[in-house]
C-alpha cells in the first residue's frame, strides 16, 4: 500500500470507529431519555436539559481525559462510554444537593369520606392513596434525584386535584373517578408498572367502583 493509501486507509478505518461510538452514545441518550420521562414521569424539559448537560460533559470529559479524537485515530466506543459513566456520576451526584423533594413529612389526614365499607377504603389504598392522600410512602429510592423531584410534583398535583385525607376541601365525585378508572388512565400506567399492588383486577376495579358510588352517592 502507497503512503497515501495508508493514510486514507487509516481515515476511513477512524470514521467508522467514531461513527459506532457516537451510534452508542445516541442511543445511551435515548434510552436516558425514554426511562426518565416514560418510567419515572419527568417533564420532558428537564431530561433533555439533564441529557444536554450530560452529553456537554462527557464531550468536555473525553477531551481532557484522551485528548484529541482526531490525533488518537477517531472516538472509540471504550471511551466514549467511559467518559459517559464518569459524566452521568458527576452529573447524578451534582443534583443530589438540589433540595427540592427532600422534605418528605406528609401533612396530617384531616378528614376523610365516609366511606361505605373498609373494602373500599382498602381498595382505594392500595390504587390511590400513594398519591391522592395525604398517607404517601417514601421508600429509599424516593430520596434520589430526579426520582424525588418527579414524585414531589406527581404528588402535589394529585393532592391538589382530590385529596382522601383532606377530603372536605379537596374532594371529587364517584362520576369522575369512575371514568378514571375505567378509561385506565388512573392509577397512572407507570405507576402499574412499578407497583403490583395498584394493579386492581376487572373485578376489584368495579368493586372500588360501586364503593366509591356508595361512598359518594351518584
Ligand atoms: C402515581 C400517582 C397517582 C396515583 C397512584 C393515582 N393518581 Fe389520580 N392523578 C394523579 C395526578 C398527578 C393527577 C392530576 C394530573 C392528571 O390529571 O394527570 C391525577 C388526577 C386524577 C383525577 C382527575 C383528573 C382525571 O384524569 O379525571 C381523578 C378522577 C383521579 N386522578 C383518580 C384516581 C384514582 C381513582 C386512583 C386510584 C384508582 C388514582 N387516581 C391513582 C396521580 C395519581
Known amino acids: 500500500m502507497s503512503e497515501p493509501e495508508r493514510a486514507d486507509d487509516d481515515l476511513r478505518q477512524a470514521a467508522r470507529r467514531s461513527a459506532a461510538a457516537l451510534t452508542l452514545a445516541g442511543l445511551a441518550a435515548a434510552a436516558f431519555a425514554v426511562a426518565f420521562i416514560v418510567i419515572v414521569g419527568l417533564g420532558p424539559g428537564l431530561t433533555f436539559a439533564l441529557l444536554a448537560a450530560l452529553l456537554v460533559l462527557a464531550a468536555l470529559g473525553y477531551r481532557v481525559l484522551f485528548g484529541s479524537p482526531r490525533r488518537a485515530g477517531g472516538i472509540t466506543v471504550g471511551r466514549t462510554a ?24 406528609n401533612p396530617p389526614v384531616v378528614s376523610e369520606p365516609a366511606w361505605d365499607s373498609p373494602r373500599t377504603r382498602e381498595l382505594a389504598a392500595a390504587a390511590c392513596f400513594l398519591c391522592h392522600s395525604n398517607d404517601t410512602q417514601w421508600p429509599g429510592y424516593t430520596n434520589i434525584a430526579p426520582i424525588s423531584w418527579a414524585l414531589t410534583d406527581h404528588i402535589l398535583t394529585a393532592r391538589d386535584t382530590f385529596n382522601f385525607s383532606d377530603w372536605e376541601d379537596y374532594p371529587t365525585s364517584a362520576r369522575l373517578i369512575e371514568a378514571a378508572i375505567r378509561d385506565g388512565r388512573m392509577p397512572p400506567w407507570n405507576f402499574r408498572l412499578l407497583h403490583p399492588e395498584a394493579r386492581l383486577t376487572v373485578a376489584e376495579k368495579e368493586e372500588l367502583i360501586a364503593g366509591m358510588r356508595a361512598t359518594l352517592g351518584g
Open 82 to 105: 467511559m467518559a459517559g459513566a464518569l459524566a452521568t456520576l458527576v452529573v447524578f451526584g451534582a443534583i443530589q444537593a438540589i433540595p427540592y423533594g427532600r422534605d418528605h413529612t
